[in-house]
T-cell receptor, first 112, second 109 residues
Framework: DGGITQSPKYLFRKEGQNVTLSCEQN?????MYWYRQDPGQGLRLIYY???????QKGDIAEGYSVSREKKESFPLTVTSAQKNPTAFYLC???????????FGPGTRLTVL | AQRVTQPEKLLSVFKGAPVELKCNYS??????LFWYVQYSRQRLQLLLR??SRESIKGFTADLNKGETSFHLKKPFAQEEDSAMYYC???????????FGKGTRLSVIA
């Protein structure tokens, strides 16, 4: 599997610590997205970026932050302000803001 | 507001039986609809999109604007179809996809 990668696959952190999830793509896609997947909740949009150095909040942005300094990279920071951070996090990209989305393999974050 | 509803959390069918996974949407304009699938231990992947009007792995889906539905159908289910299926919508302005909560399909041998 290439194209879009997320690391690590599993991540454990203590409550109160910030943690950064990595998302990298080599598809030359302009747009990138972060979703959170919880059982019975489907996928909920956290943040998205349609171009380098620009990003917008999604439906559940509180407690999260992102940056888009390079086209290939869109890291997500889960801050201590996020009340329920334990979840499966999915990164996606699309060729432009109108294209269909490719998904990464996901990172499962567990906050102890 | 854009909303996608998948009324069934779990759908169990016998191998060889027809399958219909329901998807209804709420959107005032002309939407673009997608079906994504997530097999066990695999990443979420696009199954089909309504503008392509194609059949993938035997699945088809027709956009019914009158009923605001985009149901996924397959005439004969196979065990390898067991997976989580998500319906998604994109509205005008090329906004990010809005996903339903998903339906887990279990095909019983």
């Amino acid at each position: 599997d290439g194209g879009i990668t997320q690391s690590p696959k599993y991540l454990f952190r203590k409550e109160g610590q910030n943690v950064t999830l990595s998302c990298e793509q080599n598809l030359n896609h302009d747009a990138m997205y972060w979703y959170r997947q919880d059982p019975g909740q489907g996928l909920r949009l956290i943040y998205y970026s349609q171009i380098v150095n620009d990003f917008q909040k999604g439906d559940i942005a509180e407690g999260y932050s992102v940056s888009r300094e390079k086209k290939e990279s869109f890291p997500l920071t889960v801050t201590s302000a996020q009340k329920n951070p334990t979840a499966f996090y999915l990164c996606a990209s699309s060729i432009d803001k109108g294209g269909w989305q490719f998904f990464g393999p996901g990172t499962r974050l567990t906050v102890l | 507001a854009q909303r996608v509803t998948q009324p069934e959390k779990l759908l169990s069918v016998f191998k060889g039986a027809p399958v219909e996974l329901k998807c209804n949407y709420s959107y005032s304009g002309s939407p673009e609809l997608f079906w994504y699938v997530q097999y066990s231990r695999q990443r979420l992947q696009l199954l089909l999109r309504h503008i392509s009007r194609e059949s993938i792995k035997g699945f088809t889906a027709d956009l019914n604007k009158g009923e605001t539905s985009f149901h996924l159908k397959k005439p004969f289910a196979q065990e390898e179809d067991s997976a989580m299926y998500y319906c998604a919508l994109r509205g005008a302005g090329n906004t990010p996809l809005v996903f339903g909560k998903g339906t887990r399909l279990s095909v019983i041998a």
